[in-house]
């Protein structure tokens, strides 16, 4: 591992778990209720890492400030609460990096933007209840790309910043783990984005898979 880090911190959906079949999924049934097509997966799926935000954007072209985006966003959130995790699961190699994280008792933990009441369940449900830390999008006032949530995580895990790496799939946990003054790793297995290229972004590093944060850290 590489001198000085101490702890790994992720990013949820797009990083540890998959979670866009079911914020699609979500979108989807939006469209329908309205007697309007569903959407190819596709289209929707380079906008998951946003949330209700990517997918209402999406979907239906409102932006947070249009008129009536609160409703649509409080109805989103209802009916995805519906089936959190009806698709929803860890990437392929997650839980085997995980696992090699705990043999070596490395601390790790996740940050995300999501909601307490969705990341809590999700993160049970899938088996990442073991993390040392769960800092979620209103855990803090700010959410990524402020730094807040990462300060936040390497408090709770008594870690100085500086001695954490985190890994993400959008250019915010980039600008975010930077300004807290962590390593960062761009995820190019999730959702980056539409038409984002994360060599872009000013990581540390690109990993290609889960199992190159291995290599990364030299564990591998």
């Known amino acids: 591992m590489p001198a000085h880090l101490q702890a ?35 289209a929707l799926r380079c906008h998951a890492g946003s949330g209700a935000r990517g997918m209402l954007g999406a979907a239906f072209g409102m932006t947070p400030n249009a008129p009536g985006y609160g409703e649509l966003r409080d109805e989103f959130h209802t009916l995805y ?5 009806r698709q929803t699961r860890c990437f392929e ?52 790309p402020h730094p807040a949530p990462l300060l936040e995580a390497a408090k709770r895990l008594a870690v100085p910043p500086a001695a954490c790496v985190y890994v993400g799939d959008d250019e915010r946990d980039v600008i975010a783990g930077s300004a807290a003054g962590m390593r960062t790793l ?20 690109v990993l290609p898979d889960a199992d190159a944060l291995l290599q990364w850290l030299e564990l591998a």
């Open 81 to 85: 609460a519906a089936r959190l995790l």
């Open 8 to 42: 790994v911190l992720f990013d949820l959906d797009g990083t540890l778990v998959d979670s866009a079949p079911d914020l699609a999924g979500t979108a989807n049934d939006m469209l329908s209720m309205r007697g309007r097509p569903a959407l190819p997966y596709e």
């Open 186 to 205: 761009a995820a190019a297995w999730g959702y980056l984005g539409a038409g984002h290229d994360p060599h872009t972004w000013g990581a540390d590093a």
């Open 93 to 144: 190699a997650t839980q085997r990096m995980l696992g090699a994280l705990d043999e070596r008792r490395i601390v790790w933990g996740i940050v995300t933007n999501k909601a307490l009441r969705f990341a809590e369940p999700l993160v049970q449900a899938l088996g990442l209840a073991r993390s040392a830390a769960l800092v979620a999008g209103d855990s803090t006032p700010h959410t990524k």
